[in-house]
């Protein structure tokens, strides 16, 4: 058996950030903005998105989907990884939270690459299915009682060869406790498993952030 990772304590996940973090100056603003915040928890983090920004170059990715906007942190980090002509389509339940991203949307110069549409996310989605949209990449981090239906909507509007990424899928470590049984960490519990065993994609479970897991369209 390999040896494990070392436990990424803080001064490695400094290094980690020093040595592998390249943020553009409005995305980094935006994210201690969105630090400050009593609700900072709920951003992405930043090789999270460092790493979805990396696949969507790498594969040449032009059409995003995210579902859960919050500040537009994420959703800049992949607006500004998208071509001129690329588009992220991001859904949030309001618009409060996004309303801080959009002066940095526009002050990063990728505000036209970003529309927000407000309103439940189920409905967003159905209404994208209805419109015959296609994603190369959906990126969840909303609802993690919902993630199976997010899941099961995205998985509907990305091509084939496309990714679904869901955010918290380690959800504190919780998943792997067994006496942890609130509502949120069953929820990702059973859809971990559900990715690892579906057919319909190839999947990694990635110990990034609050955990990421990735999962390509056959």
């Not at 390249?22 to 928890?41: F, M, Q, Y």
Request: with cysteine; glycine share 10%.
């Amino acid at each position: 058996m390999s040896p494990r990772p070392p436990v990424m304590s803080d001064r490695l996940h400094e290094y980690v950030l020093r040595c592998g973090l390249r943020e553009h100056p409005v995305l980094r603003t935006l994210g201690r903005l969105t630090d400050g915040l009593p609700e900072a928890s709920m951003r992405s983090s930043a090789e999270q998105m460092q790493l979805l920004a990396f696949l969507l170059e790498l594969t040449g990715a032009t059409r995003v989907l995210e579902v859960g906007c919050f500040t537009g942190y994420g959703t800049l980090a992949m607006a500004l990884a998208l071509p001129p002509h690329g588009r992220v389509v991001t859904l949030d339940v309001n618009e409060d939270w996004p309303a801080i991203g959009r002066r940095h949307w526009q002050a990063a110069g990728v505000a036209e690459r970003i529309e927000l549409r407000v309103g439940l996310a189920l409905d967003g989605l159905a209404a994208l299915r209805a419109e015959g949209a296609e994603f190369d990449l959906a990126y969840v981090d909303a609802d993690k009682k919902l993630y199976d239906a997010y899941y099961e909507a995205a998985l509907g509007l990305v091509r084939p060869g496309g990714v679904v990424a869901l955010d918290n899928v380690l959800w504190g470590g919780g998943g792997a406790d067994p006496d942890a049984h609130d509502r949120q960490t069953e929820s990702l519990r059973a859809l971990n498993a559900k990715i690892q065993a579906d057919p319909r994609v190839s999947s990694v479970l990635l110990p990034l952030g609050d955990g990421l897991m990735l999962a390509r369209k056959r």
